[in-house]
């Protein structure tokens, strides 16, 4: 059972940088297919990165240009670098695993069938 942890969230001010990590467990192959999501209450879930097995990484137009999506293969580790951050950006970010063949772009929640817990992201004005 492929479990997920993020962490690396914080309450940074409008301008800042986060590094957001997600460590999966559990799992004894070689690579997992990951993206990053993330919700601001009353939302919906909302697509923010995904890269697929050939290193191509797509962006929601809001983060493009400020956040870089990376993996460690080896130690099925993801991470979203966060840069510019707005209060817009202010929501639970959650990373998730496919389980699946891994083929971009993969922007829909619905491709992704195990989720971490999230870790809070609040960017002040």
């Known amino acids: 059972q492929v479990q997920l942890q993020e962490s690396g969230g914080g309450s940074v001010q409008s301008g800042g940088s986060l590094k957001l990590s997600c460590q999966a467990s559990?799992?004894?192959?070689?690579?997992?297919?990951m993206a990053w999501f993330r919700q601001a209450p009353g939302t919906e879930r909302e697509f923010v990165a995904h890269?697929?097995?050939?290193?191509?990484?797509t962006y929601a137009p809001s983060v493009k240009g400020r956040f870089n999506i990376s993996q460690d293969n080896a130690k099925h580790t993801l991470y979203l670098q966060q840069n510019t951050l707005k209060p817009e950006d202010t929501a639970m970010y959650f990373c998730?695993?496919?389980?699946?063949?891994?083929?971009?772009?993969?922007?829909?929640?619905?491709?992704?069938?195990?989720w971490g817990q999230g870790t809070q992201v609040t960017v002040s004005s």
């Open positions: 998730a695993v496919r389980l699946a063949e891994c083929w971009g772009p993969l922007t829909d929640a619905r491709y992704f069938r195990r």
């Open positions: 890269i697929d097995s050939d290193g191509v990484p």
């Open positions: 559990g799992w004894t192959g070689s690579t997992l297919c």
